[in-house]
């Protein structure tokens, strides 16, 4: 068998559990169980109000930090998964087309999200000593989301890339 | 107490680009949290990690709440001479760690 390209997949998935229906799924259930249990109200997690947040604009990310300055969306690319079980932990690789020289070089890299309560997730200072201009790292994320990861290079210009990922728990909530 | 696992080759290259993996022990509280008496967790992360090589600093990171507790970074770096690798690490409440090590280069 072969494995579908991944944006059918990701579409498959989104159609058969958008995040509004499962989080809707997950709140009845916790009511029925309450009610059946004699409970009145089960506590509900305490998610610190944002899970439901706005979602952030791609010129509201990156806005404040490009600050007018030529923005294009390539050269750099993201290793993510499509769908984690839980936000508190995603694995998360970005590497950027540079040479790496002196002359030519990547100095920022930024991950941004669309819904965390801060949108900034790391901001990480690179140079051409690194020879490669790759970083992994694991993510705390709010919930399902668009992902920005933002390069800088030694010339002024911005280059970045999108991946968007389903979450089905949030990161950031009570798990007591 | 470990504080922190890190991995690199012992021996590279001169010029070779290696891989640095680093694991810190750290609840990284994001301050959205409540105990047990619903009293809120102060936000404690590890607000600046940086790698330095023959005395030079070759990389950084300043995370937010936005990265995992026990944070894992992975980078690369390009070997020019035998020397120290160090990496410091400090969250919001001051505390310092450190990991050493040193690179032989061939």
Redesign the interface.
Same mark, same amino acid.
């Given at each position: 068998m072969t494995t579908p390209p991944a944006a059918l997949r990701r579409d498959w998935l989104r159609a058969s559990l958008g995040a509004t229906a499962w989080a809707a799924g997950r709140a009845t259930f916790a009511r029925v169980l309450g009610g059946a249990l004699g409970l009145g109200s089960l506590p509900t997690a305490q998610a610190q109000g944002m899970l439901s947040g706005k979602l952030l604009s791609l010129s509201e990310m990156l806005d404040p930090i490009v600050a007018g300055a030529p923005v294009v969306r390539a050269g750099v690319h993201i290793e993510t998964l499509i769908l984690a079980d839980n936000g508190l932990s995603v694995p998360f690789r970005v590497w950027v087309d540079s040479p790496m020289t002196a002359q030519d070089h990547v100095t920022h890299i930024w991950l941004l999200s669309q819904r965390n309560p801060v949108m900034v997730m790391a901001k990480i200072h690179v140079g051409p000593q690194m020879g490669r201009a790759e970083l992994s790292t694991r993510l705390r994320l709010a919930g399902g989301q668009q992902l920005v990861a933002l390069a800088r290079l030694s010339s002024g210009q911005f280059r970045y890339e999108l991946a968007d990922l389903i979450v089905t728990e949030a990161g950031c909530v009570d798990g007591s | 107490m470990a504080q922190a696992r890190f991995d690199m080759p012992a021996q590279v290259r001169a010029g070779e %680009?290696f891989k640095l993996r680093l694991l810190v022990q750290h609840p990284?509280e994001?301050g959205?949290?409540?105990d $047990?008496n619903n009293r809120r967790i102060a936000r404690n992360v590890i607000n600046d990690l940086r790698c330095t090589?023959l005395g030079?600093? %070759?990389?950084?990171?300043?995370?937010?709440?936005?990265?995992?507790?026990n944070?894992?970074?992975?980078?690369? $770096?390009?070997a020019?001479q035998t020397g120290e690798i160090t990496i410091d690490w400090v969250d919001d409440r001051g505390e310092r760690g450190q990991v050493k090590r040193t690179l032989t280069v061939v």
């Amino acid at each position: 068998m072969t494995t579908p390209p991944a944006a059918l997949r990701r579409d498959w998935l989104r159609a058969s559990l958008g995040a509004t229906a499962w989080a809707a799924g997950r709140a009845t259930f916790a009511r029925v169980l309450g009610g059946a249990l004699g409970l009145g109200s089960l506590p509900t997690a305490q998610a610190q109000g944002m899970l439901s947040g706005k979602l952030l604009s791609l010129s509201e990310m990156l806005d404040p930090i490009v600050a007018g300055a030529p923005v294009v969306r390539a050269g750099v690319h993201i290793e993510t998964l499509i769908l984690a079980d839980n936000g508190l932990s995603v694995p998360f690789r970005v590497w950027v087309d540079s040479p790496m020289t002196a002359q030519d070089h990547v100095t920022h890299i930024w991950l941004l999200s669309q819904r965390n309560p801060v949108m900034v997730m790391a901001k990480i200072h690179v140079g051409p000593q690194m020879g490669r201009a790759e970083l992994s790292t694991r993510l705390r994320l709010a919930g399902g989301q668009q992902l920005v990861a933002l390069a800088r290079l030694s010339s002024g210009q911005f280059r970045y890339e999108l991946a968007d990922l389903i979450v089905t728990e949030a990161g950031c909530v009570d798990g007591s | 107490m470990a504080q922190a696992r890190f991995d690199m080759p012992a021996q590279v290259r001169a010029g070779e %680009v290696f891989k640095l993996r680093l694991l810190v022990q750290h609840p990284m509280e994001t301050g959205y949290l409540l105990d $047990l008496n619903n009293r809120r967790i102060a936000r404690n992360v590890i607000n600046d990690l940086r790698c330095t090589y023959l005395g030079q600093e %070759v990389f950084r990171i300043e995370p937010s709440s936005g990265l995992s507790a026990n944070p894992y970074v992975e980078f690369f $770096l390009r070997a020019t001479q035998t020397g120290e690798i160090t990496i410091d690490w400090v969250d919001d409440r001051g505390e310092r760690g450190q990991v050493k090590r040193t690179l032989t280069v061939v």
